[in-house]
């Protein structure tokens, strides 16, 4: 089991840069393919990024593609999501979820709490 706590939301400039952060707790975090998804008022849960288990392979959504950028810290247990050059339309609650041993970046079973990230315009 993982435990998982976002951090880093907060208020940002059309234009500007966020990061946001996920640190885990529990063992193995190697072994989890990881992934950030957002859900914006009166909007669908949506699929943000995800970053693999055993070959950190990555993908976006074509919203975020060539302005958000996911990775991970095996060694401090995090993962992160560099959003560069934000919009209005990416204000949501983004959330960190898990996978262990996952093969792709789409089924997730452990979530955080989330963070909440507005983008003024």
């Known amino acids: 089991q993982v435990l998982l706590v976002e951090s880093g939301g907060g208020l940002v400039q059309a234009g500007g840069s966020l990061r946001l952060s996920c640190a885990a707790s529990?063992?193995?975090?190697?072994?989890?393919?990881m992934g950030w998804f957002r859900q914006a008022p009166g909007k669908e849960h949506e699929f943000v990024a995800g970053?693999?288990?055993?070959?950190?392979?990555?993908s976006y959504t074509d919203a975020v593609m060539g302005r958000f950028a996911i990775s991970r810290d095996n060694t401090k247990q995090m993962v992160n999501l560099q959003m560069n050059n934000v919009k209005p339309e990416d204000t949501a609650i983004y959330y960190c979820a898990a996978a262990r041993w996952a093969p792709s970046t789409s089924n997730y079973n452990y979530w955080g709490q989330g963070t909440q990230v507005t983008v003024s315009s």
């Open positions: 970053i693999r288990w055993n070959d950190a392979s990555i």
């Open positions: 529990g063992r193995s975090f190697s072994t989890y393919t």
